[in-house]
């Protein structure tokens, strides 16, 4: 596999032949006010839409996503097949059986990045560069991102936002009981871990966690506090030791980060283990940038109730991820695939989608002004930051690698294995990637 530019360097929150679905037609969805879509033969009656966003904030955004699609598109019906839990695992798990029966949806939600690659080797997904050109994204998408969408020269998905992995939620109220003033951010990872005992020798949780891919979350960015973003960039194309000391020393400081935490995380959505922060029995939690949705539905004001910051040692350095959808080989109705395609990437659509979802615009070309405060800082964030790839999000490395250091890192947190044993699978489950 070849990126048109490193995994390292992206874009702020990547990664199916559509030509045309099989054929040399090369229409597209059409003309948006008409709703029509796709040309001869491509079927725009309705399009099934696979995600994991069916509950909570992620719901509002769908929603908001889908007035869009309904006013670009009236005669395309559009059919919800959002599955619920696990940061996508189920809704990953449901969509891979489905492929492998040749029964898939019309679209489906993935992370951009490395995580389409096993789709694109199985030949699951088409090719849809020709729909950069037609929509116009060439023109408003950062280069940056471009490049890392692209895999030998084509594209396989077009994201409808961009996240941010990297960011620390704070109860101000809990750090002034313990003495800590919330206005000034630890300057690194220790300076953080020592206000952290301040908060656990008080008898509050220093950092709250959930399930599995929350831990595997927090431990990327514990990484790149301790590598640095050019080092952590080199996890995933083979030029930093995965069994080396720095390695080492950044995984010690994760077990006593997780030792500190909540003893029921394995049992906890991201939601509830954020919702331990915004109740005052945590201090910190580290989660993207959807979270501030999150408190936007507890009518919760950033600077009064809430703080956000850059994990400690991150500090101009973007951790991204993006959702983005794909043109499943066989999908049933290409043209209302098209048709969706065409409402994601829109300015409509991702002005509507990311002002609920909490996440920015992969467009450039929309008014920052339109936003709240958070994506506001984000957007100019991602301009100017150094941009790398979430783990835990696919953009750094294929889902089977994800998978391996997920069960690896549970094990870890549960208690079945130490320090040395948690790197020693971490090595055996990065492996493929400097192969």
């Not at 490049?147 to 704070?170: A, E, G, M």
Request: glycine content about 10%; some cysteine; proline content about 5%.
């Amino acid at each position: 596999m070849s990126r048109g530019s490193t995994m390292l360097a992206l874009v702020a929150a990547g990664s199916l032949v559509l030509t045309a679905c099989g054929g040399t037609d090369t229409a597209g969805p059409g003309d948006g006010a008409s709703g029509t879509a796709g040309g001869d033969g491509e079927d725009a009656s309705q399009v099934q839409v696979m995600t994991w966003w069916a509950q909570g904030s992620e719901k509002a955004g769908l929603e908001a996503l889908v007035e869009v699609f309904k006013e670009q598109h009236p005669d395309t019906e559009f059919v919800n097949a959002a599955l619920a839990g696990g940061g996508g695992s189920q809704a990953k798990q449901k969509l891979q059986a489905d492929l492998q029966a040749q029964n898939p949806p019309d679209t489906f939600q993935a992370h951009a990045g490395a995580e389409l690659q096993d789709y694109i080797d199985a030949g699951q997904i088409e090719d849809v560069s020709d729909l950069y050109d037609e929509f116009g994204l060439t023109d408003v998408f950062p280069e940056t991102l471009m490049k890392q969408l692209t895999v030998d020269d084509k594209i396989y998905s077009i994201p409808s936002n961009v996240h941010r992995s990297n960011v620390t939620w704070v109860n101000p109220a809990v750090l002034e009981e313990v003495g800590i003033d919330p206005a000034t951010p630890p300057a690194d990872l220790d300076a953080w871990m020592a206000d952290m005992k301040k908060v656990a020798d008080a008898g509050k949780i220093p950092l709250s966690l959930g399930m599995d891919w929350t831990q595997t979350q927090l431990l990327e960015n514990i990484l790149l506090s301790e590598l640095g973003a050019e080092a952590y960039d080199g996890l995933w194309d083979g030029t930093t030791d995965w069994g080396g000391k720095e390695v080492n020393s950044a995984l010690t400081k994760f077990g006593q980060i997780v030792e500190w935490s909540n003893k029921d995380r394995d049992g906890l959505d991201w939601e509830p283990a954020l919702q331990l922060v915004m109740e005052g029995s945590a201090a910190y939690n580290v989660m993207g940038d959807w979270a501030v949705a999150a408190y936007d539905a507890q009518d919760m004001a950033a600077g009064e109730d809430f703080l956000y910051w850059p994990v400690p040692g991150t500090d101009g350095v973007f951790n991204y991820l993006a959702d983005s959808f794909t043109l499943p080989v066989g999908a049933p109705h290409p043209g209302g695939t098209k048709a969706w395609l065409e409402t994601i990437s829109s300015a409509e659509g991702q002005l509507a989608f990311n002002t609920v979802k909490g996440s920015i615009p992969a467009r450039t070309d929309i008014d920052a002004a339109k936003f709240p405060e958070y994506q506001q800082s984000a957007m100019k964030d991602f301009s100017s930051d150094t941009i790398v790839g979430s783990l835990a999000h696919g953009a750094a490395a294929p889902i089977a690698v994800s998978t391996a250091v997920n069960q690896a890192v549970v094990k870890f947190s549960q208690g079945a294995s130490d320090v040395d044993t948690l790197q020693q699978e971490l090595v055996a489950a990065t492996k493929s990637l400097s192969e």
